[in-house]
């Protein structure tokens, strides 16, 4: 796939909320992915809630469970994708989940929702989250396959009843569902025997509270082992000015062996802001 081809799919997703990318990954990858994941769907829970659903097992933490889940959330078309996407908001992003999901027979059709509804910022004027659906098992109108609303991204003040029919996510090992977090959407109902199983991976602007809470599902201990680009997305990178510090330096120093115990507090500003605060400092400095 070329970068022509994902300009092709930022179009899509910004015309429609959702695209639907085939074959993007290998099938190997996702059942390397399955064997790795099978203990935890085994002994993962059933969910406690009607939005979570009362027969839908999920779990995160997933860059410690399965070193294959690097290439799903580090795909570099889908990282062109959604840094196109936020980016205009933010500096850098990041990640915000990577969760395995499991609907089991007899779940009911979950509540359509958007998922930048966590955030309480205003919405409408730039988009918080790019989500990525990886289905482990075969999605159809059957088991639970995610169902969107296409066009609900543009229309956030909009009842329900307003958006016309759900489009049914249907695809199979190695295609990427992307869906904006303005989109509206949820699991349908699992009306088979079997489980339908995914992995879901979010992307938002860095300057966020993360869905999932990246340091303790990747400590230090756990992020030393990631590639740099991983470990940033992973939580141990600043997005300036000087947010997500650690003592007044970048967390990716807990990274490099035993932090100081005071470490030096360290500028980390935008270019602009780093230009107005040495001027001011300067002027100031004169007048000694």
């Not at 074959?23 to 829970?45: Q, V």
């Not at 908001?89 to 929702?113: K, S, Y």
């Amino acid at each position: 796939m070329s970068g022509r081809d994902t300009d092709r799919w930022l179009q899509a997703i910004e015309r429609d909320g959702y695209c639907i990318m085939p074959g993007l990954i290998h099938e190997d990858t996702i059942k390397s992915i399955n064997r790795d994941l099978a203990e935890a769907f085994e002994r993962a829970p059933m969910g406690q809630g009607n939005f979570y659903g009362y027969r839908t097992q999920r779990f995160g933490s997933l860059l410690r469970r399965s070193w294959s889940i690097v290439d799903l959330v580090m795909e570099p078309h889908i990282l062109e994708l959604a840094k196109k996407i936020l980016e205009p908001a933010c500096e850098r992003i990041q990640l915000n989940v990577a969760q395995a999901i499991a609907v089991h027979p007899g779940e009911i059709e979950q509540f359509p929702h958007r998922d930048h509804d966590m955030w309480a910022g205003a919405k409408g004027e730039h988009e918080y989250l790019l989500n990525v659906m990886w289905p482990l098992t075969e999605f159809n109108a059957s088991n639970g396959a995610t169902r969107i609303y296409p066009g609900s991204h543009e229309q956030l003040d909009a009842d329900l009843d307003d958006l016309g029919e759900p489009i049914i996510a249907e695809s199979t090992l190695g295609d990427a569902i992307c869906f904006l977090g303005s989109t509206l959407h949820g699991a349908g109902p699992n009306w088979t025997q079997d489980a339908r199983r995914a992995v879901v991976v979010g992307y938002s602007l860095g300057w966020l509270k993360p869905y999932e809470n990246l340091w303790l599902a990747y400590p230090p201990e756990i992020a030393r082992t990631f590639p740099p680009e991983l470990a940033d997305l992973a939580g141990y990178s600043q997005h300036h000015p000087n947010l997500g510090n650690f003592e007044g330096q970048c967390p990716s120093i807990l990274l490099q062996g035993d932090a100081a115990e005071f470490p030096q507090a360290t500028d980390a500003l935008r270019p602009d802001q780093e230009e107005a605060v040495r001027e001011f400092a300067k002027s100031r400095r004169a007048r000694r």
